[in-house]
């Protein structure tokens, strides 16, 4: 398959790309086309690269025999961090993409980093692999952390990150409901064995929000008996109400993690191939907020964690809605 892909991407790539810079010539514009082939070939030049290199890894530890030994883990934390970092810093570029950091509750004296060394326990909204892929560069540039991630299994098809993550302290789940049990079981391993320099990162939502989906987890709230929850569910209009059993378990897994609260929007309806082709050659720019909360400020029953939660993702949802285009701004909330 990587060797098909190699020969796909040598033999077209190049033809795609003088079409592309040509019409580009004759019908001068956004150059949309020319941006996205380039941003492809890059991506797929990244795939050709890394799989040697994972190849030669997996040989030089004996057969995968030492791949999860703290060096081989070292090394390929470093690969991950150095495709990330390309492929943001190279799409930053391309699409128009600024982003615009704000800070608050850090417990370090400079405000700018979390406290060295601490692990965290990370909560974001999820709005798409783009923006996940930021805040995975973000978490590895600014904050000097590690990330463990729970993925959706589809990933797996990308043999980059199949070969890569696969070899890190990452889980790749199915996010049916029937699996729930072992998604929540995978989010204690991982928090269970975090070292200094790690951070969990936890998506509450469980997915992108999307009009059906949004309205599903109201009724599901609404059919356990959950009123007051579904009422308030309703009130968030841009974001998927929480659920806590992941956090839960992390926390009940390593009592001792600080919670980081990441808000962001800006590219939140890129969800069609021609939302994106009209987005590509506009001036775009993400909002990201990142509000610290110490561990001893953070509930620890199980109904109090939830309503805590919950009253957080309100907040964000206040913030989220504040910035985006074309949307009234609603009114501050104490605390954001």
Request: hydrophobic residues 50%.
């Amino acid at each position: 398959m990587w060797a098909l892909g190699a020969g796909v991407f040598v033999g077209v790539m190049p033809i795609a790309l003088l079409l592309a810079a040509l019409r580009c010539v004759l019908w001068p514009g956004s150059q949309r086309g020319l941006r996205l082939l380039a941003f492809a070939a890059l991506y797929l030049g990244l795939e050709l690269v890394v799989m040697p290199m994972a190849l030669g890894t997996w040989l030089a530890s004996g057969l995968g025999w030492a791949l999860q030994r703290p060096a081989f883990v070292a090394l390929h934390y470093r690969l991950f961090a150095l495709v990330i970092g390309v492929l943001v810093n190279c799409g930053s570029r391309t699409f128009a993409l600024t982003i615009e950091r704000q800070w608050a509750g850090w417990p370090a004296q400079d405000a700018s980093t979390p406290a060295a060394g601490q692990p965290l326990l990370v909560l974001s909204r999820h709005a798409g692999p783009g923006d996940s892929m930021l805040l995975i560069h973000e978490l590895f540039s600014r904050a000097r952390r590690r990330p463990r991630i729970v993925l959706k299994h589809t990933l797996q098809w990308d043999p980059m990150i199949d070969l890569i993550l696969n070899r890190l302290p990452m889980r790749f789940v199915n996010p049916a409901a029937q699996r729930q049990g072992e998604n929540v079981a995978a989010i204690a391993r991982l928090a269970r064995t975090m070292t200094s320099g790690d951070a969990l990162l936890v998506f509450p939502e469980g997915g992108k929000v999307t009009p059906t989906r949004r309205r599903r987890a109201i009724d599901r709230l609404r059919r356990a008996g959950r009123e007051q929850a579904a009422r308030r569910a309703e009130s968030i209009r841009h974001l998927m109400p929480p659920k806590p059993r992941g956090l839960q378990a992390a926390l009940a897994a390593r009592h001792d993690l600080d919670v980081v609260i990441v808000a962001h929007t800006g590219l939140d309806d890129l969800n069609t191939l021609p939302e994106l082709w009209c987005a590509v050659a506009r001036d775009k720019t993400l909002h990201l907020r990142w509000h610290a909360v110490p561990a001893a400020r953070v509930p620890r029953d199980p109904c109090g964690l939830a309503a805590w939660v919950f009253a957080e993702w309100e907040r964000m949802d206040a913030w989220v809605g504040a910035r985006r285009p074309m949307q009234p701004a609603r009114a501050a909330v104490t605390g954001w």
